[in-house]
């Protein structure tokens, strides 16, 4: 290693927003294709990825397996300084348009008239992290006889770590901070698509209580591309991972043994969201009857012995003037938890096919 490389890439701080980006359940749905078709599938995703960062001003750092490490630094690949507000603009426009473009190849592979691009682009659908502030840079190459190996290393990008893993698919978490710049910098936080933003409080490795982040939810002036990409992923079959909810179209009602009521937003085979008026505490255990709004099926539920069940609570998050709770359940075992959720696919189901019908 010369000299001038060194000096290069001697270590420093800089201010710069940063993003990580992960495939969901990858491992689940690659587990049975040839090595060669994973590879070249997650090098088409990952480079769309890519491409949209560079046009965003930001700067792929690793390629870190089925996900990236990408970076947004106030100084510019081209010498121009903005702020730490406009880069983490910068960021964000980048996660959103990934989110939205991704749903786009999805549903035209799903809707095409040519035969050939059906699942030309397999559901890959990404979770995306995002913090801002400073992070410091240098070379961890492990030979002097390698190219250099820069890294981002700090508690901003072990934030943005954190997020990117709580976050669901097609939506982006940022935190505190890059909320609080944004306010500040008074800059539109619509985005141009209708940007819906909520918050949501986790609990995070290596922090004390819940942690208060904000969830954005890129599709808020299409909402049916959305619907339309997470169907696709769920009608992948084995493709899909069971992380991934189902928007509860069923009148589904939760009564809690206090007497409390509220409704189920989505379910899937780990447990749901639900809505209530108040807020339950993390951690916090929900026994709950749950109610379809049908006499049949609430039959049916009874019957499987499914309708009454205990979750708890893993976070919390602010709607409006309700709060929203992601629950898991306690009380079931896995093959029940499934046949619940098969259960309620079914209802949601025949809910659709009964409205579509009555559509004149």
Not at 8 to 33: L, T
């Amino acid at each position: 290693m010369t000299s001038a490389t060194v000096s290069r890439f001697e270590p420093r701080d800089i201010d710069a927003a940063v993003m990580f980006v992960d495939v969901e359940g990858f491992s689940r749905i690659s587990g049975k294709k040839a090595v060669k078709v994973i590879f070249e599938e997650l090098r088409i995703c990952l480079r769309q990825i890519a491409k949209i960062v560079a046009n965003n001003n930001g700067i792929v750092n690793k390629t870190l397996g089925d996900g990236l490490l990408c970076y947004f630094p106030v100084k510019r690949a081209d010498g121009q300084s903005v702020s730490l507000a406009e880069a983490s603009c910068s960021a964000i426009a980048a996660a959103i348009e990934i989110q939205r473009e991704l749903a786009k190849q999805f549903l035209y592979s799903e809707t095409s008239p040519q035969e050939k691009d059906h699942k030309k682009w397999h559901a890959l659908p990404v979770r995306i992290g995002i913090n801002a502030g400073s992070v410091s840079v240098g070379d961890l190459s492990l030979a002097d006889d390698v190219p250099e190996d820069v890294t981002l290393i700090g508690d901003t990008v072990n934030l943005a770590k954190r997020l990117e893993s709580a976050a669901d698919v097609f939506r982006l978490l940022i935190s505190p901070k890059v909320k609080s710049i944004l306010d500040e910098s008074q800059l539109p936080l619509d985005f141009g698509v209708g940007a819906l933003w909520g918050r949501r409080f986790l609990q995070m490795k290596h922090q004390a209580g819940l942690f208060e982040a904000w969830d954005c939810n890129p599709f808020g002036l299409d909402a049916d591309l959305l619907k339309g990409a997470l169907r696709l992923v769920r009608t992948g079959s084995k493709r899909a991972s069971p992380r991934i909810p189902w928007l509860c179209h069923v009148p589904l009602q939760i009564t809690t043994r206090d007497g409390l009521v509220g409704r189920v937003v989505d379910f899937s085979e780990n447990g749901f969201c639900l809505e209530f008026p108040t807020a339950f505490g993390r951690k916090e255990q929900i026994n709950m009857t749950i109610s379809t709004g049908r006499d049949d099926w609430n039959f049916t539920l009874s019957n499987k012995g499914l309708s009454n069940v205990t979750c708890e609570v893993r976070w919390v998050e602010t709607v409006g003037q309700l709060n929203w709770h992601g629950v898991s359940f306690i009380s079931l075992s896995q093959e029940n938890a499934r046949s619940l959720s098969e259960l309620l696919i079914q209802f949601n189901n025949r809910a659709s096919e009964e409205q579509s019908s009555e559509t004149p």
